[in-house]
C-alpha cells in the first residue's frame, strides 16, 4: 500500500477528529461575558438562577462537563454525568459516573434515576445544563414502569443484531424509558434546561440524538410497537409508553443548541484534504444504510474519476460522513467501517490506484478495538499472495480479524467524542 497516499489519508482523518473535540465545541459556543451566559444565540443572565446543575451522559460528555466548568467555574452548584467505563479527571464540581456502554448496566440506571431526582428537585429559579453525546442513549438506562434492565438490553441486542438504524433503535429505546423522549424535561420543569448537543446521528436531529431526553418526541407507542414487529421482537404492552409531544407545556422552558457535528468533521477533513493538493469532492455528511452498498456505491464514482476525469479530476478526495449498519449473517468479529474499508477495496479491485480510509470519530468500531481500517484496490491481491480469501471474510463479518492480518486496522483508543463516521477515498 503506498504509504504517501496512507499518511495523507490519517492527516484528513485527524483533522476531522480535531473539529469534533468536545472541548473546542463547547467553547465554541458557550461563554460567559458581564454576567451573561452566551449560548449561541442565547443569553441568559446568571443573576437569574439560585442553582445551577450540570447532568447528561455520553462518550463526549465528560470533556464536555470539563469544558463547561471552565467557562463558568464556581457557578456551578453541582452535577452528575454519566460516563463510559475509563479512567476519567476529578472535575470540580460535576461527579464523572462510570458505566458500561453499548449494553446498559445498573450503574448506569443508577446515575440515570439519580438525575431524575435531580430534576424534580430542581425549582423555578433553577437551571439545568444536560450534556449529550454518541453514547447516551445506552448509558442512560432508566426503564419505564413494567419494564426491565435486562429487558431493555435484550431487545437492544435483537435490533442492533438485526440491522435497525439509530432512529429505529432510539425510537423504541424512548418507549421502554422512563427518561428519554422528553422525560427527563417533563420532570425538571418548571426549572429551566439547556442541553448542548455533540451529534452523532444523520441529519443533526435533537429529538434522535441521545434518544432526547429533553426534547419533544415525535415518535409514538405505535411506531415503536412496529419496528418492534419489524425486527421479529414480540411488542407485548408491558414497558411501552407515551412520550411527551411537541406543545407539551412542560417542555416550554427546554433550549438545546447543537455544538459539534460530522459535518463540521466533513468540513475540517475537506479543507485538510485540498490543503495537500487533492481536488475533493463531499459525498454527503448524511449516509445510511448498509455498509458495503454504501462502499460499492462510493466505488462506483471513483472509478468514474480514474477512467472519466468526472465529477472532479485526480489526484482526488471523495468525502463522507454518516453511520452505516450491518446486517450480520456470519460469525465473525469486525464493525461497519472495517466492513465499509473491505467491501470499497473488493468493489476497486483492478480499477487503479485508490486508497481507502473508513474509521468512527470516537475511536471505537463496533465490538472491536479498533476505530476502522485502511485498505486499497490492490488489498484483495495483496491477501490472496498470503493465503487469505478476501471474500470469504468479507461474508462472514469476520473483517477486523482480516485487517488484523492485513496489519491494516486503525487503533485510537476512546478519542472522547463521537460525530459518526468518517469515509475517505484518496484516488491518485
Known amino acids: 500500500m503506498p504509504s504517501a497516499q496512507v499518511r495523507d489519508a490519517l492527516r484528513i482523518y485527524r483533522a476531522a477528529l480535531k473539529a469534533a ?11 460567559f461575558e458581564n454576567g451573561v451566559m452566551v449560548v449561541g444565540r442565547k443569553r441568559f443572565r446568571i443573576s437569574e438562577w439560585q442553582r445551577i446543575y450540570v447532568i447528561g451522559a455520553g462518550k463526549a460528555s ?26 476519567w479527571p476529578k472535575l470540580r464540581s460535576v461527579e464523572l459516573h462510570p458505566c458500561s456502554h453499548p449494553l446498559p448496566d445498573k450503574r448506569g440506571e443508577q446515575g440515570a434515576r439519580r438525575m431524575l431526582a435531580m430534576a424534580e428537585a430542581a425549582g423555578e429559579n433553577d437551571l439545568l445544563i444536560c450534556l449529550i453525546s454518541g453514547g447516551a442513549s445506552a448509558l442512560l438506562p432508566a426503564p419505564a414502569f413494567g419494564m426491565t434492565l435486562a429487558g431493555k438490553r435484550k431487545i437492544t441486542e435483537v435490533l442492533l443484531r438485526g440491522g435497525a438504524s439509530i432512529h429505529e433503535v432510539n425510537v423504541v429505546r424512548k418507549h421502554i424509558s422512563a427518561i428519554k423522549g422528553g422525560q427527563l424535561a417533563a420532570a425538571a420543569f418548571p426549572a429551566t434546561i439547556l442541553t448542548m448537543i455533540l451529534s452523532d446521528v444523520v441529519g443533526d436531529d435533537p429529538a434522535v440524538i441521545g434518544s432526547g431526553p429533553t426534547v419533544a418526541d415525535p415518535s409514538t407507542r405505535r411506531d415503536a410497537m412496529r419496528i418492534l414487529r419489524k425486527y421479529g421482537i414480540p ?10 409531544k411537541p406543545g407539551d407545556p412542560r417542555l416550554a422552558r427546554s433550549h438545546f443548541e447543537i455544538v ?19 481536488r475533493t469532492l463531499v459525498l454527503s455528511a448524511t449516509v445510511e444504510g448498509e455498509a458495503r452498498e454504501v462502499a460499492r456505491e462510493h466505488a462506483v464514482i471513483a472509478r468514474r474519476i480514474l477512467t472519466q476525469g468526472k465529477p472532479i479530476r485526480p489526484p482526488a478526495c471523495l468525502l463522507a460522513g454518516g453511520e452505516t449498519t450491518v446486517t450480520v449473517l456470519g460469525k465473525g468479529k469486525g464493525g461497519r ?14 480499477a487503479g490506484l485508490v ?13 472491536t478495538d479498533a476505530a476502522g481500517a485502511v485498505a486499497d484496490s490492490e488489498t484483495a491481491a495483496r491477501a490472496a499472495a498470503l ?3 478476501a471474500r470469504a471474510y468479507l461474508a462472514n463479518n469476520d473483517t477486523y480479524r482480516f485487517f488484523e492480518r492485513m496489519n491494516s486496522l486503525i487503533k485510537t483508543g476512546p478519542t472522547g467524542t463521537n460525530v459518526m463516521d468518517i469515509h475517505l477515498l484518496l484516488i491518485a
Open 387 to 389: 493465503g487469505l480469501d
Open 260 to 278: 459539534g457535528s460530522n459535518r463540521e468533521a466533513i468540513r475540517a477533513a475537506a479543507a485538510q484534504a485540498q490543503a495537500l493538493s487533492y
Open 337 to 350: 467501517n472495517q466492513e465499509y474499508a473491505l467491501a470499497a477495496a473488493l468493489a476497486l479491485e483492478k
Open 62 to 87: 465528560a470533556a464536555m462537563a470539563k469544558a463547561v466548568e471552565g467557562v463558568l467555574g464556581r457557578r456551578i452548584t453541582g452535577g452528575l454525568v454519566n460516563v463510559p467505563d475509563g479512567d
Open 235 to 244: 411488542p407485548g404492552g408491558a414497558g411501552l409508553q407515551e412520550t411527551p
Open 355 to 367: 486508497t481507502i480510509l473508513s474509521a468512527g470519530t470516537d475511536g471505537v468500531d463496533g465490538p
Open 21 to 31: 473535540d468536545p472541548e473546542h465545541a463547547i467553547r465554541k459556543h458557550l461563554r
